[in-house]
């Protein structure tokens, strides 16, 4: 019991620490690329107290329910959007024999509860009784059914490699020469990710430029900080997924496993922030297109190849 206890609340403090760090370096890396001076001074020394003053800030504002708004969906929409990340890290493993809970399905369970946090959004357009709140859920809709087929496609391929669905044994069969093998897989598996947490350049359904902010555009003070950090959250879910799925996980010559883990984790973290800050915002048909036409070839193309090696070896 000692052990379980100890083990959730690692992850809990993981599911606290490595999102709000994840948040801070986009602050600073955005900051650098882009030349902002704003996120360099909060708190002087390199603008360390950034993200204090945006929790204050939220902390601070009013929290305000339209009238025509579905109280009780719209109240728990952020919470639907946040959870489900949290559910997902205790089948991921930081390092040998360091998992909460070892699934025999664990990449099932995870991809399964991944998708539950995308509802939050859809739930939050509809419940808003806002136009363009309804059009931002749509779009979030129509985004999550486009790329969670590629996305287990790609995880599906992995699984096929390492013979097991339980993640720690898919990190323990992987080997160097996985890497050019399932390379097309990762990068799938990535973008599809990427595009379910609605991360630039696929966040058409938060369009600021068209549609406010979508499915969030009547959130205000803590609820709306609960959207943003659940964005962060999925950013670093992500990373671990790709880190133990395509990279190895702990795997690594010289340090501690967990701390080859987190490297990967946060080199992943800053190519999400990276595409962020350089390419423009898809269309919704280059988005669908990028999906159905690219995406989903490239899945099939590496579970064939997979399958072929397999049988070869």
Known sequence: MLEVVLSFVVILIVFLVLPLIVGQTEHK?????????????AGR?????????????????????????????????????????????????IDRGLV????????????????????????????????????????????LMSYELPLVLAASSVAMAAGTLSIPAIVEAWQWWWLPWQAVGGVVFFLAGLAELRRPPFDMPIAESEIIMGPMTEYTGMRFALFMLSEYVGIVVL?????????????????????????????????????????????????QKLAWAVLVPLALAQLALTGVIKVLI
Do not use: C
């Open 239 to 287: 990373s671990f997924l790709t880190t133990v799925l395509f990279l190895g996980g702990w795997h690594g010559p010289f340090l501690p496993g967990w701390l080859w883990t987190l490297v990967k984790v946060f080199l992943l973290s800053f190519v999400v922030i990276w595409l962020r800050v350089t390419y423009p915002r898809l269309r919704e048909d280059q988005l």
């Open 100 to 143: 909460a809970v070892n699934l025999d399905l664990g990449l099932f369970f995870v991809l399964a509860v991944m998708g539950i946090g995308v509802l939050g959004s859809i739930m939050a357009g509809w419940a808003s009784g806002n136009k363009y709140s309804v059009l931002g859920g749509m779009r979030s809709a129509a985004q």
């Open 29 to 41: 890396v955005m900051a650098h690329m882009q030349s902002r001076l704003g996120p360099m001074y």
């Open 45 to 93: 020394f390199h603008g360390w107290a950034q993200l204090i003053a945006d929790g204050v800030k939220f902390a601070q504002k009013e929290d305000v329910i339209p009238a025509a708004a579905d109280r009780r969906i719209f109240m728990i929409a952020p919470g639907v959007a946040l959870v489900p990340y949290l559910v997902v890290l205790i089948a991921i493993p």
